[in-house]
C-alpha cells in the first residue's frame, strides 16, 4: 500500500510561524480586543468542533451502555438456564430423599461421574465402591425405578451398566403378577435405542398398552416390585410359541444423576412397600390412553380436513365448468346401426 505523501517542509514551517506571530499579537493586544477576537473564535470556527466532540461523547457513551446491558442481559439468561437445571436436580435430590425414607437401610448414595464413554454410551462410572458396600450385581434404583446394575466394583469407584445397554437383563412380571417375562434393551433407531423390550410373554397371555413391568425377583439379582417400564405396543416377531411387547422405560436417560445402589442384603431382604405398584400401574395406563386418544384425535382432525379440501375442490371445479351437464353419447342397442346425422 502506498505511503501518504507528507506536506512540504516549508509549508509547516510557515503555519508555526503564522501561528507564533498570532500568539504573539495576542499577548501584546488589549483585553477587550482580545476577548472580542476569542468570541468571534468560539461561535464561527470552535463551535462546530465542539458539537462534533459532544456528539462522539454521547456516541461512545451510548456504545458503553449497549455494551454493558448486553453483558447483563447475558448473564441474567445465564443465569436462569443454570437456575433451571438446578431446580430439576433439587427436584430429583428431594426425591431421592424420600425414597431414601421408604427403602431406610441397606443402600449407598452414589453420583454418575462420566454418564457417556466413548464407544460405550450406557456404561456409567459410580462415585463409590466395595468399600462403601457396593459389590458386583448390585442393584441401582432411583425413585421412578430401576436404573442398571453394577458391572465392576473397585475400592472406591465402581462400573455400571444402564438399561439400554445389550447386556441388561431382568426378570420381570406385570404389577398383578399374572404375567411374566424377561427385560432386555430394545435395539432401535434414534430415540427408539432408549426403549425396553419384554420377551419371552407366553403366547395366552395378552398385555394391554399401559400396563406396568416390574421386577419379579427370579435370578436373585434385583428384588421384587421394582418399577422397570410400561408397556407401549406389542412387537411383530418371528416367535410363534411367545410375545414381545415394547416398554417405555421407568427412568428418563436425561434424568440420571444422584442414585442409590442397593446392598446384597437389602436385594435379599426385598423392597416391597417401597413402590405404591398399584397406584403406579393406574397412573401409567391413564398416561398411555391419554396418549392413544390424543394420537387418535390427532388422525380424525387430519381425515376430517382432507375431506373437508376434497369436497372444497370438487365444488370449485364445478364452479369453473359454469355448472353445465356434459352429455355423454348413447350407447345404441345391439343389432341396430348407429346412424349418422
Same mark, same amino acid.
Not at 477587550?32 to 470556527?45: F, G, M, P, S, Y
Not at 425414607?101 to 448414595?109: A, D, E, N, R, Y
Not at 394391554?208 to 425377583?217: D, Y
Given at each position: ?53 459532544? &456528539?462522539?461523547? #454521547?456516541?461512545? %457513551? =451510548? ?6 446491558? !448486553?453483558?447483563?442481559?447475558?448473564? /441474567? @439468561? ?114 427408539? &435405542?432408549?426403549? #425396553?423390550?419384554? %420377551? =419371552? ?6 398385555? !394391554?398398552?399401559?400396563?406396568?413391568? /416390574? @421386577? ?126
Amino acid at each position: 500500500m502506498a505511503r501518504p505523501q507528507r506536506t512540504d517542509p516549508k509549508v509547516d514551517l510557515a503555519l508555526v510561524a503564522g501561528c507564533a506571530m498570532l500568539a504573539g499579537l495576542c499577548l501584546v493586544v488589549p483585553g477587550k480586543t482580545r476577548d472580542r477576537v476569542a468570541a468571534a473564535l468560539r461561535t464561527t470556527i470552535v463551535a462546530p468542533a465542539a458539537a462534533l466532540q459532544a &456528539r462522539a461523547e #454521547l456516541s461512545r %457513551r =451510548s456504545l458503553m451502555a449497549e455494551a454493558v446491558t !448486553r453483558r447483563i442481559n447475558d448473564s /441474567v @439468561s445465564l443465569r436462569s438456564q443454570r437456575l433451571t437445571g438446578v431446580e430439576d436436580e433439587n427436584i430429583r435430590l428431594r426425591q431421592l430423599l424420600g425414597l431414601s425414607s421408604m427403602v431406610k437401610w441397606g443402600f449407598v448414595p452414589a453420583e454418575i461421574l462420566q454418564g457417556r464413554l466413548l464407544g460405550d454410551e450406557f456404561t456409567v462410572t459410580l462415585s463409590v465402591g466395595a468399600s462403601a458396600g457396593v459389590e458386583l450385581l448390585s442393584p441401582i434404583i432411583v425413585a421412578d425405578g430401576l436404573v442398571g446394575v453394577v458391572q465392576r466394583a473397585d475400592p472406591s469407584l465402581s462400573v455400571a451398566i444402564l438399561w439400554p445397554h445389550p447386556d441388561f437383563r431382568v426378570s420381570a412380571m406385570s404389577a398383578d403378577g399374572a404375567t411374566y417375562g424377561i427385560v432386555t434393551s430394545h435395539v432401535g433407531p434414534s430415540a427408539d &435405542r432408549y426403549l #425396553l423390550e419384554l %420377551r =419371552s410373554v407366553p403366547l395366552r397371555t395378552q398385555l !394391554r398398552p399401559g400396563t406396568l413391568i /416390574v @421386577s419379579s425377583g427370579a435370578g436373585g439379582v434385583f428384588p421384587r416390585n421394582i418399577p422397570v417400564g410400561t408397556v407401549i405396543t406389542e412387537l411383530k416377531t418371528s416367535e410363534a410359541w411367545a410375545r414381545t411387547y415394547l416398554l417405555r422405560p421407568a427412568v428418563k436417560f436425561s434424568d440420571l444423576g444422584a442414585v442409590m445402589v442397593l446392598t446384597r442384603a437389602r436385594s435379599t431382604q426385598g423392597v416391597d412397600g417401597v413402590w405404591n405398584v398399584g397406584s403406579l400401574a393406574d397412573s401409567a395406563r391413564r398416561s398411555v390412553v391419554a396418549a392413544g386418544d390424543s394420537l387418535t384425535a390427532r388422525l380424525r382432525d387430519s381425515v376430517v380436513a382432507a375431506l373437508r379440501q376434497r369436497a372444497a375442490d370438487s365444488i370449485a371445479a364445478l364452479v369453473a365448468l359454469g355448472g353445465r351437464a356434459v352429455a355423454v353419447p348413447a350407447t345404441p342397442a345391439p343389432g341396430k346401426p348407429r346412424r349418422t346425422p
